[in-house]
């Protein structure tokens, strides 16, 4: 601060473009140090990402679509403010419902970095992408797709009458492959669904992606995910 303060007076004391230039530098010199302290910073919390992503991937690997949905709807019933932030107790009681535990010394490196207000309040979305990570760009896309074919008259929800109306399996792996029939890929994915929402008769943009996120997990692919949800919605 009294660095500051030094250049600021020299500026206001001087004439012509010395000072100026000399702040120029300064000012240069001191972005530089603050970029590469981000940069390092950045580095630090995605590896603290990853050894937590790394722990859960296993347990996510076989059950991402009920985890992924289950924590929407776990998270979404405990936020009374609908302000989308919960508080560390909450989290931690959630990874103990949902059997994704994580070392104690792990949570807390990231509720550090979460946690930047340091108020014991996080958005919980956020806290699940740190958890387990998002589907790409890409693979939203044709999520938000697949809902806006089924919310045509944009009011933000879908009646669950249309979802099943709309499913198609036909082309789902399993009933090509002959090991399950439409109506019982159809029956599994709206039971699953239906377990997701808040309403059961209606669905959420936000518990559409859960679904859909918790699929990606498996399927590492891009294109075999984006073909699921062609042929599962005519898109």
């Not at 949905?69 to 979404?76: D, H, V």
């Not at 697949?146 to 979802?163: C, E, R, W």
């Not at 990606?216 to 699921?228: A, H, Q, R, T, Y």
Request: charged share 30%; net charge negative.
């Amino acid at each position: 601060k009294r660095r500051l303060s030094h250049r600021g007076s020299s500026i206001s004391s001087s004439q012509g473009g010395a000072a100026a230039g000399g702040w120029a530098v300064d000012v240069r010199t001191t972005s530089v140090g603050i970029k590469q302290d981000i940069t390092q910073q950045e580095i630090d919390e995605s590896r603290v990402f990853r050894v937590v992503q790394g722990i859960l991937k296993e347990k996510l690997s076989k059950r991402g679509v009920r985890v992924v949905t289950g924590l929407g709807k776990y998270f979404r019933e405990r936020d009374q403010k609908s302000d989308g932030a919960l508080s560390k107790a909450v989290f931690k009681q959630a990874l103990t419902v949902f059997h994704l535990e994580v070392p104690e010394k792990d949570f807390e490196a990231l509720w550090l970095i979460l946690d930047d207000n340091c108020n014991d309040k996080v958005d919980y979305g956020e806290f699940t992408r740190a958890i387990i990570g998002e589907m790409n760009e890409y693979r939203k896309a044709f999520v938000r797709k697949a809902y806006m074919k089924l919310d045509f008259n944009k009011t933000g929800s879908v009646p669950m009458v249309d979802i099943r109306k709309c499913y198609c399996a036909k082309k789902h792996s399993q009933v090509l492959s002959g090991v399950a029939t439409e109506e019982e890929i159809k029956s599994s994915f709206l039971e699953t669904l239906e377990d997701a929402c808040i309403n059961s008769s209606e669905v959420s943009y936000c518990e559409f992606e859960d679904y859909y996120e918790g699929l990606s997990i498996g399927i590492m692919d891009d294109e075999d995910f984006v073909n699921i949800l062609r042929n599962a919605w005519g898109i």
